[in-house]
């Protein structure tokens, strides 16, 4: 019989070694450490322990993941020529140990035996000397793994491996975008160790300027007092509003009744896109995702969905239709080669093939609901895939020209029908040209729009000099007046 003995060293203290742990490093069998730069080692050489550790490996392997993967090779190696052998970590073995985690699962797949046992952790000592009761809340991350693993600001977050002043400077960029950056955190340096142990309450800011930041250095962020803060905030501000006691106006609202507010809100972003103000495109985008949570706890409530399976759907979406980001990473396609991918897995998800669906009918799944100069953009789009389309803008300018004198037709002929039918082929050629152009038909008439308003601004202006109204001018001093308005 084959069989590993993890044992846990505690976060620092000799008196956090549990004797049943002790008793095992004193027996005939091997004993091997992770790594011997742990308060605990003077006791061990004391107390005449024999050990191997693994230190060595941290110097010659280019990555961690290097490194934890050449201890378990070692250990499962020497599991399989030895009838016993005990492997030492810091801390308790099931906490934030990955190489206990890849040995667990070499053991199984080689048939070794395993025995975990217990010991005294960092969130033991941390909890003690914060004095803090975990049942109030508590979340505990890694700083390596803090950005897809982010604390929520409602409860308390205890950051473990914060072990040099890089290390905490990368932490607190990346908290200071939940946190204020004069939010008051709590580093534990030591902690549990008698006579070393730090406690040092600082502003989030200051995180990278403590130098004496070690190895066994943890973050303590407490919980937010404001209620309602970042994602999960909203969405329970949002169940607050809708549920009992809450707003009869947001109690009152349907998908159909928020239509038009969602379309606005979307609307004010391309605004502060427009304007460059940022600071309102932080709000706007707020705005908007307030929306979002508003018509998914409408449908929860109706039990069609909720915000988690909205999450999860778009997820899911986004990494089927970038397999080249998260599945076949050794594939390089250029945008173009993207984004025919692209339409090609959407087809896929609804059941669709080129056979069954032709681009007429895709055109005819263009929301209706787009700004008529947006579908039009869209639905040449489509044409434009299997070549139906001009080679370049100048091209299409003619067009132009040609549906042009095709209108000057219909206005001479006087039928209302055929004017309103030539003019739209007029827009759509127009449409047609800002494409090929790569602009955007509804973004280059918005700005023609604000710019006609800004000159008509200077004529008015000019009129309030002149101690007149613009409805005084002819046709003609109008005309005159806009022309100097492009000089002002």
């Known amino acids: 019989m084959h069989q590993i003995d993890i044992v846990g060293l505690g976060p620092g203290s000799p008196g956090q070694i549990t004797l049943e742990t002790l008793q095992l490093l004193k027996d005939a ?63 308790n073995p099931l906490f934030g140990e990955k190489t206990v985690e890849k040995l667990i699962v070499a053991a199984k797949e080689e048939g070794i035996d395993y025995r975990i046992y217990p010991g005294v952790s960092f969130v033991d000592v941390a909890l003690n000397s914060l004095e803090k009761d975990p049942i109030e809340g508590l979340k505990l991350i890694d700083a390596f793994d ?127 896109i427009d304007n460059q103000d940022w600071d309102n495109l932080a709000e706007e985008l707020g705005d908007v995702l307030f929306q979002i949570i508003f018509h998914a706890e409408i449908a929860s409530e109706a039990g069609r969905f909720n915000i988690n399976q909205v999450i999860s759907g778009i997820n899911q979406k986004m990494i089927r239709r970038h ?36 681009l007429a009918a895709e055109m005819k799944k263009i929301p209706k609901a787009l700004p008529a100069l947006m579908e039009a953009y869209k639905v040449q789009k489509k044409a434009a895939k299997v070549g139906f389309d001009w080679k370049e803008p100048v091209a299409a300018l003619k067009k132009i020209d040609e549906e042009s ?18 003019l739209g082929d007029l827009l759509f050629s127009v449409v047609n040209v800002s494409r090929l152009l790569n602009l955007q038909p509804e973004m280059v008439l ?41 000089g002002l």
């Open 29 to 91: 069998s091997p004993n091997f450490f992770r790594t011997a730069i742990h308060p605990v080692m003077d006791f061990i050489d004391k107390e005449a322990i024999s050990y191997q550790s693994f230190d060595c490996y941290y110097e010659q392997e280019g990555s961690f993941l290097g490194v934890y993967d050449k201890i378990v090779k070692t250990l499962i190696d020497t599991a399989k020529k030895t009838e016993r052998l005990v492997y030492a970590v810091p801390g």
């Open 146 to 272: 803090c950005v897809k693993n982010p604390p929520d600001p409602r409860i308390g977050t205890l950051v473990t491996q914060v072990y040099n002043q890089h290390m905490a400077s990368e932490l607190k960029l990346q908290l200071m975008e939940i946190y204020d950056p004069e939010k008051r955190v709590v580093l534990l340096i030591n902690a549990g160790i008698p006579g070393q142990e730090k406690i040092i309450d600082i502003c989030l800011y200051e995180l990278d300027r403590v130098a004496a930041i070690n190895h066994l250095t943890s973050l303590y962020i407490p919980a937010e007092n404001k209620a309602y803060q970042g994602f999960l905030g909203t969405i329970e501000m949002m169940k607050t509003l809708k549920g009992e006691g809450g707003c009869s106006w947001d109690q009152s609202q349907t998908h159909e009744s928020l239509r038009s507010y969602l379309l606005e809100e979307s609307y004010e972003v391309l605004e502060a």
């Open 323 to 358: 397999p080249h980001v998260f599945s076949d990473k050794a594939s390089s396609f250029n945008p173009d080669q993207i984004e025919t991918n692209w339409d090609a897995i959407k087809r896929q998800e609804k059941g669709e093939t080129g056979e069954s669906l032709g």
């Open 405 to 422: 004198l095709e209108l000057r037709a219909a206005l001479e002929e006087n039928d209302a029908q055929k004017i309103a039918e030539e």
């Open 446 to 486: 918005r700005k023609a729009t604000e710019k006609f308003i800004g000159r008509f601004e200077k004529m008015e202006k000019v009129a309030s000099q002149e101690k007149k109204s613009l409805s005084n001018y002819t046709f003609e001093q109008l005309d005159e007046a806009w022309n100097r308005s492009k």
